[in-house]
Structure formats: C-alpha cells, structure tokens
Nanobody
C-alpha cells in the first residue's frame, strides 16, 4: 500500500520555525520527485518545494525562497521541509506529493501529474 504520511505541523508564532516530515512507503522512493504543496485559506493549492532524492536536485517556490528548504533521507524514505521565519500568510494545510517521471520545476507549477498525495498537516502561524 502506497502511503505518504506528513507530520510536524502545528501552531507557531510569526518568526518561528517548524520542520515537516513526509514518510513514504509502498513505492520506490528514489524514482520519484517528492514535493510539498500547501493550500492557504481561500486560495488554490500551490507548490512550495520539491526534491529529487536520487540526485538531490531541489526547487523552491519564490514566495518561500530563502525561508524554506527541502531535504531527503533515502535511508528513511523521508522528505523534510524546514520552514523558518514563518509568517501568518504561511498558514495552510501542507501536503506531500510524489510524481514520476518528473522535473521539480514543472511539478511545482502543475500538479496534475502527481501520482500520490498525503493527507496533509496543518500549519498555523499567529501574529
């Protein structure tokens, strides 16, 4: 059974940090691009960050560049999203997704090809 399980969400004050984790199982992790998306209240889902675990290539969307980073641990089949200097407008449900074949830059702007989605984890940033 394919699973993407997100964890690490929660409530934090503006300027704080959180680390989200996405634990993957049931598919060959390194053959996929693994991405984080978010859906803010009243807005469309948007790509946030993406990584290719096989070669380490990453892509970060402009709204979070310089504040968020993505990494992976292939031994644990886990991808991490480190979020720093959080702002109230980062409040969203964050989803992990896997796609193959994929180029991260494309995945972040067009999620129609995503093969698997996680259930999401809520991040709330208060001012």
């Amino acid at each position: 059974e394919v699973q993407l399980v997100e964890s690490g969400g929660g409530s934090v004050q503006a300027g704080g940090s959180l680390r989200l984790s996405c634990a993957a199982s049931g598919f060959t992790f390194v053959d996929y691009a693994i991405a984080w998306f978010r859906q803010r209240p009243g807005k469309d889902r948007e790509g946030v960050a993406c990584i290719s675990p096989k070669d380490g290539w990453t892509d970060i969307s402009s709204p979070v560049k310089g504040r968020f980073s993505i990494s992976s641990d292939s031994a644990k089949n886990t991808v991490y999203l480190d979020m720093h200097n959080l702002r109230p407008d980062d409040t969203a449900t964050y989803y992990c997704a896997a796609e193959r074949p994929a180029i991260c830059k494309v995945v972040l702007i067009h999620d129609g090809g995503v093969n698997y989605w996680g259930q999401g984890t809520q991040v709330t940033v208060s001012s």
